[in-house]
T-cell receptor, first 115, second 113 residues
Framework: DSGVTQTPKHLITATGQRVTLRCSPR?????VYWYQQSLDQGLQFLIQ???????AKGNILERFSAQQFPDLHSELNLSSLELGDSALYFC??????????????FGQGTRLTVV | GENVEQHPSTLSVQEGDSAVIKCTYS??????FPWYKQELGKRPQLIID?????GEKKDQRIAVTLNKTAKHFSLHITETQPEDSAVYFC????????????FGPGTRLSVLP
């Protein structure tokens, strides 16, 4: 168990719908990252938050949005879903290392299936 | 921004042989290089990492080397076992207090018995 919790584990929804994926980072971790992993593909970086503020943005579609709340949990909102959005969505978190970079811990992922 | 390339994309080795995966990065400011292993349907998990002030690090059968001048780093697995079969991702990270991670595209390693 990495300490990063993602809910739900599985999600099946229809095209055109909107879903929200939730991530609770490890205790003390201020950074949250979202990644999309399509079948047999790599980890596509979507967005990063640090202590409530957006830090970096990857190839995130305009239909997707995210936020990090004061309690540091994060939500990824996916709207107007398309079949191609079906993927495994990972959340990861990391802890500021007092001047040193530290590893990112991954949650178990949310498997989204759009039908 | 940072760009990380990884080679090969697939690698098959016989059990007991060594495996080497290589990554290159573009941003000279990157200073932390983790390697993750992802088994089928599971989360990526850190297996080893190296910081820019170190040239080599070893942990049992796994080692990582870093060449800052050439901007490349490599993962070495010796005495491979079937349970080493997985997808391996390298990453480069820059900054702290909000560091970003850029991952390579991954290498699918198959260890044949």
């Amino acid at each position: 168990d990495s300490g990063v919790t993602q809910t739900p584990k599985h999600l099946i929804t229809a095209t055109g719908q909107r879903v929200t994926l939730r991530c609770s980072p490890r205790s003390g971790d201020l950074s949250v990252y979202w990644y999309q992993q399509s079948l047999d593909q790599g980890l596509q970086f979507l967005i990063q938050y640090y202590n409530g503020e957006e830090r970096a943005k990857g190839n995130i579609l305009e239909r997707f949005s995210a936020q990090q709340f004061p309690d540091l949990h994060s939500e990824l909102n996916l709207s107007s879903l398309e079949l191609g959005d079906s993927a495994l969505y990972f959340c990861a978190s990391s802890r500021p290392g007092q001047g040193e970079n530290t590893e990112a811990f991954f949650g178990q992922g949310t498997r989204l299936t759009v039908v | 921004g940072e760009n990380v390339e990884q080679h090969p994309s697939t690698l098959s080795v016989q059990e007991g042989d060594s495996a080497v995966i290589k990554c290159t990065y573009s941003d000279s400011a990157s200073n932390y290089f983790p390697w993750y292993k992802q088994e089928l349907g599971k989360r990526p998990q850190l297996i080893i990492d190296i910081r820019s002030n170190v040239g080599e690090k070893k942990d049992q059968r796994i080692a990582v080397t870093l060449n800052k001048t050439a901007k490349h780093f490599s993962l070495h697995i010796t005495e491979t076992q079937p349970e080493d079969s997985a997808v391996y991702f390298c990453a480069a990270s820059t900054g702290n207090y909000g560091q970003n991670f850029v991952f390579g595209p991954g290498t699918r390693l198959s260890v044949l018995p």
